[in-house]
């Protein structure tokens, strides 16, 4: 891989003592002796080469490498747009895979399901994360014709994979991640919804239940529905809907999982159903993909395009230069990007699939003073994904004027439609971003706040006290700031309950807790509705939430067209990741 030399007036990129502890455990290059043998500028630099070094395979590009790499770095060190963490990582660097989601098949024999574990740990030692449904399995004591023996079914071996993942430190990056999904008819159901009801039990995967729309028709009537045998799809027995419902509802409130995924809604959405139907997603939820597909995913930081000068506060024409940018970074990173396997390598490259979403929208909301709870906030949700939806899409057509369509193009919807041509069969995603939020020191996602003010544990125990800037400015410019102030921050993470602060400030300065969940998953529904894959978020509930509440969440989700629902109560699991002094 060349690396162009760096020019001399390269500026330093602006980051944060945070940001510095994250990119020196995992993100520098490191020589033998474990040293890092380059610091956060040339890590910068190394990536918006290598990504940019891709134009030179287009005769039509209007960019010379050299120019697109320097438009790259600005890109990246002004904190308008991080790529997921893999590109970081391993973008021109040895490793060479970018990717931070995949989707392996889990067929029903025995090379099948030991292929799936290999192929797992090819990933995860490149520092991606796996989703795979176990569906296909046959269930739990079903005959095994080449022993006489009896089959111990998808939760047993998810045992295995789960141990696997242990044992793979990824390559001194990181620990893997797992999705396990289990369609709602498969027989051995009952046994998956409760599988993680001990604690430490399978840590490396989330797990959820792919629910189908006739289930869902069923709970309403308070009908049974068929389990059916995977293998030749016969009826081996049924149950009640509502019960087993309910019992979903209520290993959710007891631990936060399963999560439950619509499958039936996520096809429809599926852009090539000639490759094959969509059994999964990657860890966290937010990229459905095809067995043996990858996603990268980016991140747009919209704290960043605040402009109070502007009307609505907002720098509509940065954020859109931003994502035809951003586009096409991604496209390039499919081409840069070296896969563990060839049945990979050839999907990927079918479908040419990249995920953009966005991060700091809470940030946004202090900065323009509207509550993350209110109906503005939604419609500026939907705005803005709309913008970044749409302007994605114009940069897909633009690269396929310059590049040529997807390859699975003319098989696809859009094709089919007319529609297109594209470059990419989908372009929007919205991620966690756990550590590309820290990088660009913004908030994650399209996540509230946690807290206003907290100490992170981050990695192998360090500790990082934080308290958020715009909060910190809007009480010193209301002239509310004290230590003491900040004392009892740090200790409750809200300011709900400080009366002696204006009502305007608490009613904006709202945190994950104060928030009625309704409104996270209103939210999420907002965002949803214009983008491609799906949307990482979690609902949170507070600590006296009832299975009610849950129960709301999920009809809530079901009728406003989510993908899937991830609900989490305060304190039901020990060892939360972020804490405030009182609540962890
Ligand atoms: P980042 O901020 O590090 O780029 P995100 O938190 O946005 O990552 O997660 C995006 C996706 O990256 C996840 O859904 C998952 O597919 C993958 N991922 C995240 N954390 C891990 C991990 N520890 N191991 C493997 N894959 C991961």
């Given amino acids: ?108 024999s025995m090379e099948e399901i030991f292929d799936a574990v290999k192929f797992a740990a090819l990933i995860h030692k490149s520092g991606g994360g796996t989703g795979f449904s176990f569906s296909r399995l046959r269930p739990k004591k079903s005959r095994v014709g080449s022993t006489g023996g009896v089959a111990s079914g998808p939760v047993s071996f998810m045992r295995i994979f789960n141990t ?64 059916v045998d995977p293998r030749d799809k016969r009826v081996v027995g049924s149950q009640n809907a509502a019960e087993v419902f309910s019992l979903l509802v209520r290993k959710a409130w007891e631990s936060g999982d399963p999560g439950i995924v619509f499958i039936d809604r996520i096809n429809r959405d599926n852009p090539t159903p000639a490759l094959g139907e969509i059994e999964s997603t990657n860890p966290c939820g937010e990229q459905p ?124 919807v859009f094709g089919k439609r007319n529609l297109g041509p594209y470059r990419n069969a989908t372009t929007t995603t919205i991620a966690p971003t756990g550590t590309l939020s820290i990088i660009a020191g913004c908030s994650s996602g399209i996540e509230p706040l946690f807290a206003l003010a907290f100490s992170r544990h981050v990695m192998d125990g360090e500790k990082l006290v934080e308290a958020n800037p715009h909060f910190v400015a809007a009480m010193q410019e209301a002239g509310a700031y004290s230590e003491s102030l900040m004392e009892e921050v740090t200790r409750k993470g809200s300011i709900a309950h400080i009366g002696m602060l204006p009502e305007e400030l608490r009613d904006v300065f709202v945190t994950a807790m104060d928030i009625e969940p309704v409104w996270h998953l209103k939210m999420q529904a907002a965002f949803q509705k214009y983008t491609d894959n799906a949307v ?4 949170n509930l507070p600590n006296k939430a009832t299975k009610e509440d849950i129960r709301e969440i999920y009809w809530l989700a079901y009728e406003l067209g989510c993908k899937g629902v991830t609900v989490y109560r305060d304190g039901c699991k020990a060892g939360q990741v972020l804490c405030t002094g009182e609540g962890g």
């Fill in 289 to 412: 993909l095809l067995p043996y597909e990858a996603c990268n995913l980016g991140s747009i930081n919209l704290s960043v395009f605040f402009d109070p000068e502007a009307e609505d506060g907002i720098d509509w024409k940065g954020l859109t230069e931003t994502v035809h940018l951003a586009v096409r970074f991604l496209d390039n990173v499919i081409d840069a990007s070296r896969y563990p396997l060839d049945q990979i390598t050839e999907m990927v490259r079918a479908n040419r699939k990249i995920g953009l979403g966005i991060m700091g929208f809470a940030d946004l909301l202090y900065l323009l003073r509207i509550p993350y709870d209110s109906t503005e906030a939604l419609s500026l949700a939907e705005k803005v994904m709309e913008t970044i939806q749409g302007e994605a899409r114009s940069a897909s057509k633009t690269l396929a004027a310059e590049r040529g369509p997807f390859p699975a193009y003319a098989e696809s």
């Fill in 164 to 227: 696997a993942t242990e044992q793979v430190k990824q390559g001194g990056t990181r620990r893997g991640a797992n999705m396990g999904i289990l369609r709602i008819d498969h027989p051995d159901i009952l046994e998956f919804i409760t599988c993680k009801e001990r604690e430490n039990e399978l840590q490396n995967f989330n797990i959820s239940v792919a629910l189908t729309e006739r289930f869902m028709q069923a709970v309403e009537k308070g009908e049974d529905y068929d389990l």
């Fill in 536 to 539: 990482s978020k979690t609902v």
């Fill in 1 to 108: 891989m060349t690396t162009l030399p760096m020019p001399a007036d390269l500026p330093e990129p602006a980051i944060n003592p945070n940001a510095q502890v994250v990119l020196a455990k995992r993100y520098l290059q490191k020589g033998p002796d474990g040293e890092p043998t380059e610091d956060a500028r040339s890590l910068f630099w190394r990536v918006a080469t290598a990504i940019a070094a891709m134009e030179a395979h287009y005769d039509k590009s209007p960019f010379t490498p050299e120019a697109l790499a320097r438009a790259f770095y600005d890109l990246m060190t002004g904190m308008r747009f991080l790529p997921n963490s893999p590109t970081l990582m391993n973008a021109g660097a040895p490793l060479g895979q970018l990717a931070a989601c995949f989707v392996l098949p889990v067929g029903d």
